[in-house]
């Protein structure tokens, strides 16, 4: 009786060995939506696109003129997505706008 519960407890302490841990849903940067992109048109301000999408995660301090809105989400263990748009100015109007999806 004793191995059969020898065997069953290092069953289940081995088994946990083989189980991962939970691993939480990780969402940073800013929130990316297509009504906001959408809306975001060139001939707009520094201002009216801040109005719009908020102060920007990355500033190029070398390039004044570029702000980078990024967003990523990765659920457990799985690839993480990056949803990324890049304005571009020109003497304050916005001239380009960049979105990308991995």
């Known amino acids: ?4 519960i020898c065997i069953i407890l290092a069953t289940l302490f081995l088994s946990g060995c083989f189980l991962r841990v939970h691993k939480m849903d990780i969402e940073q ?3 990316i ?35 980078s809105y990024v967003y990523t989400f990765q659920t457990g263990y799985q690839k993480m997505h990056v ?15 960049n979105e990308t999806q991995t």
């Open 29 to 31: 940067g800013n929130i």
């Open 33 to 67: 939506t297509e009504r906001d992109v959408a809306r975001l048109h060139t001939g707009m301000s520094v201002q009216q696109v801040k109005a719009v999408m908020g102060n920007p995660l990355l500033i190029n301090l070398f390039s004044p003129s570029h702000m």
């Open 1 to 4: 009786m004793n191995k059969i």
């Open 83 to 97: 949803k990324r748009v890049d304005c571009i100015f020109n003497n304050n109007i916005l001239r380009e706008i």
